[in-house]
């Protein structure tokens, strides 16, 4: 059984900062008891991750993140930056792009809102399986290292990532594996 919230009702608001990846609006909303609030709101586009899989590993990439001052082992993602793609096509551009790789399966694995309490962004998590490699050349200017991580270890990958896309679906494949 799921619940049924009141809609809460936006009243519009104003746009303080905006950047090419995402914006920083002050809104107000009104709650169904009548109360009216103001948030900070950052409106950022959604994101696709794929858990990349075959028989012996998964495929991970570590990148610097300069917002965190560190690199960090993450599964293969990016925005959905590329007008009326799908989040299973930027998915599945995002593969050949990060690690070159193609997938013959893939399902969608999970959805989630990344930070609830001040974003709208919205990550898709999708599985791929049935792995070849293409010849998709890598966006110039990235920083990406292709890692190859033992599905026997996946605990370590679990214990060596701070990413929240990639806990979740690495937690994901630990429950199916």
Known sequence: MTR????IEPLGGETAWEGTTFSVRVERFR???????EREVVRRMPAAAIVAYDDEHVWLVRQPREAILQYTLELPAGKLDVEGESPLQTAQRELAEEIGREAEHWVLVRSYYASSGYTDELVHVFAATGLRPNDAKPDPGERIEVVRWPLADLDAAL?????????VGLQWLRGVL
């Open 4 to 7: 049924q919230d009141p809609p």
């Open 31 to 37: 709650h169904p008891d009548g109360e009216e609030v």
């Open 159 to 167: 214990a060596a990532t701070n990413d929240a896309k990639t806990v």
